[in-house]
C-alpha cells in the first residue's frame, strides 16, 4: 500500500475530522468524510471554543489563520454579576495570557465552515449519513464498511472523529460506558435573542456549586446562554427526551437571581438545546486494526472545561504525520501516533477535573472570592502571571507542552 493509493474514511466534519482530512491530503493520501448532519453546521452555530498554542500552530500551517482570526469572537471583558452591586470586570484577553502567548476564542461552527471550505475540493464529504457497521475480518486487506444510506465500501483505514458519543468508537471497541468517566458535573448552552446588547462582553454569574453566562454571537443578534454546575451522581435520563432536560435544568437553577429567570424562560423558544454530562473519555489505545479514533472520540477532555478543540487539532495533526511518516504501514503509523501523543493528552485529560475543582465555587464566600482574584491576575506582570497560571491552573500549561514535528508533505 502507498499513500496515494491508500483510501481512507474520517466519521465528523467538525474539528478534528477536517484538520485530520486536510494533513492526510496534503501527505497524499485519498480521503472520504461522512457527517452525520445533514448540513454542515452554519457558520455561527454551536459554542465558542478555544484554539491555545500549538493548535494554533497547526492552523497557521495550514494557511488559514487569517481566516479564523478574522472570525474570532472577539471577547473583550468577562463582567461578574453580583445582583444589586456593581460587576466587577476582567480583562479576558489579559486572563487567557496568562496561560497561553497564543489564543484564539472562535464559534465551533465558523472553526468547521472554515476547515470545510479549505477541504472540499480534495476532499468527498458525505453529510448525512453514517456508519452503520465496520468489518476488518474479511480478507484483512480493509475495512468493510456499510453506512446508514449510501452503498456499502471498502477502506483501507477508518478513523473516528465523532466525538465524545463516537459511533467509531463504540462499533470497534464497545459501549461507551467502558470509557466514559463522569467528572462531577452538567454542562447545558442554548441560543437566545442578545436581548441585553452585548458587545465583546461576556457575564457570568456564580452561586454556590452553580454558573450561568451569556454571550453575544456577532453580527447574528443572537446570543448564547451557558449553565454550568456541580453534581455528585449522575442524572438518570432520556438523551433524546430534549423537555426532560429542559425540566432537569430549571429545577437546578430554580430560584436563583440576575437574568436566570429570563434566560430560562426563553428556553422554550431555543432551537438547540445541548445538555450533557461533563465527561471525560479515556482509553488504553486509540487504535484496534485499521481503526483509529482522534480528538474528543478517542480522549475527550470534558465539553467546556478542558481544551478540547487544542487537543484535537493537535491530535489530527499528529495522526496524518505520523501515517505519512509510516509510509503506507497502518500499524506502525497508528502506534507512532499513541507514543507521540500519549503524555500530551494525559496532562490535557487533568485539565477538567482541576476546572471542576476551582472553576465553579462550592460556597459563598468562594462566590464572593473569585471574581476579586480574577480582577488581580491581569494586573500582575506578565511573569507572576504565568507563575500564577501554571500554579492555579497548572493542567492548562498541559496544552503547550507539546512541541510539534514539522511533517513534511509528499507534494
Ligand atoms: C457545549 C460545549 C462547550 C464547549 N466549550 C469549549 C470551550 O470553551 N473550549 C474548548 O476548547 N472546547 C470546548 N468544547 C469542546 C469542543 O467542542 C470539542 O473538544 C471539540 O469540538 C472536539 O472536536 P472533535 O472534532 O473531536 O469532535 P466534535 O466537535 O464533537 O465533532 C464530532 C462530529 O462528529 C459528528 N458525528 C457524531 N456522530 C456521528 C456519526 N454517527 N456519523 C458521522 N458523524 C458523526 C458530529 O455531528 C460532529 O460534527 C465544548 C463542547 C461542548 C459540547
Known amino acids: 500500500m502507498t499513500l496515494t493509493n491508500t483510501r481512507v474514511l474520517i466519521s ?18 485519498e480521503v472520504t468524510v461522512v457527517e452525520r448532519t445533514p448540513v454542515l453546521r452554519k457558520g455561527l452555530g454551536g459554542h465558542a ?51 497561553s502567548e497564543r489564543h484564539v476564542e472562535i464559534m465551533r461552527g465558523e472553526l468547521a465552515a472554515i476547515l470545510h471550505e479549505a477541504t472540499r475540493r480534495d476532499v468527498t464529504y458525505m453529510f448525512g449519513d453514517s456508519i452503520r457497521t465496520l468489518d476488518q475480518n474479511g480478507d484483512g486487506d480493509g475495512v468493510d464498511v456499510t453506512f446508514e444510506h449510501a452503498a456499502p465500501r471498502t477502506f483501507d483505514l477508518v478513523i473516528g472523529a465523532d466525538g465524545l458519543h463516537s459511533n467509531v468508537r463504540r462499533l470497534t471497541f464497545g459501549d461507551e460506558s467502558r470509557f466514559r468517566h463522569y467528572i462531577g458535573g452538567y454542562f447545558a448552552v442554548f441560543t437566545l435573542p442578545n436581548y441585553l446588547g452585548l458587545d465583546r462582553r461576556m457575564l457570568i454569574y456564580n452561586a454556590p456549586g452553580k454558573i450561568a453566562a451569556m454571550y453575544p454571537v456577532r453580527q447574528t443578534g443572537e446570543a448564547r446562554a451557558g449553565f454550568l454546575f456541580r453534581r455528585a451522581e449522575e442524572f438518570d435520563y432520556d438523551h433524546r427526551d430534549i423537555q426532560q432536560q429542559e425540566r432537569l435544568l430549571r429545577q437546578v437553577y430554580a430560584g436563583e437571581g440576575w437574568e436566570v429567570p429570563r434566560m430560562l424562560a426563553e428556553l422554550e423558544h431555543a432551537p438547540d438545546l445541548y445538555f450533557d454530562s461533563i465527561s471525560q473519555i479515556r482509553m488504553q489505545s486509540w487504535s484496534n486494526g485499521r481503526v483509529t479514533l482522534v480528538g474528543d472520540a478517542g480522549y475527550c477532555p470534558g465539553p467546556a472545561v478542558g481544551g478540547g478543540t487544542t487537543i484535537a487539532v493537535v491530535g489530527a495533526y499528529v495522526l496524518a504525520g505520523e501515517l505519512r511518516d509510516a509510509g ?22 487533568g485539565i477538567g477535573p482541576a476546572s471542576m475543582r476551582t472553576l465553579i465555587p462550592r460556597t459563598r464566600s468562594q462566590v464572593w472570592l ?38 513534511e508533505p509528499v507534494r
Open 49 to 99: 471554543v478555544d484554539l491555545f498554542g500549538p493548535s494554533v500552530d497547526v492552523v497557521e500551517w495550514m494557511g488559514l489563520l487569517p481566516q479564523v482570526l478574522a472570525a474570532r469572537t472577539r471577547t473583550e471583558l468577562l463582567s461578574f454579576e453580583r445582583p444589586g452591586r456593581r460587576p466587577i470586570e476582567v480583562d479576558f484577553s489579559r486572563l487567557v495570557a496568562g496561560i
Open 328 to 349: 503506507g504501514d497502518h500499524a506502525g503509523g497508528f502506534a507512532n501516533y499513541e507514543n507521540e501523543l500519549r503524555e500530551f493528552v494525559r496532562r490535557g485529560l
Open 12 to 29: 465528523g466534519a467538525s474539528v478534528a475530522g477536517p484538520v485530520l482530512a486536510y494533513w492526510l491530503r496534503r501527505h497524499g493520501f
Open 370 to 407: 473569585a471574581p476579586q482574584l480574577m480582577r488581580l491576575v491581569p494586573r500582575l506582570p506578565t511573569a507572576v502571571q504565568r507563575k500564577l497560571a501554571s500554579l492555579q491552573a497548572g493542567p492548562a500549561r498541559a496544552l503547550e507542552s507539546i512541541d510539534l514535528k514539522r511533517y
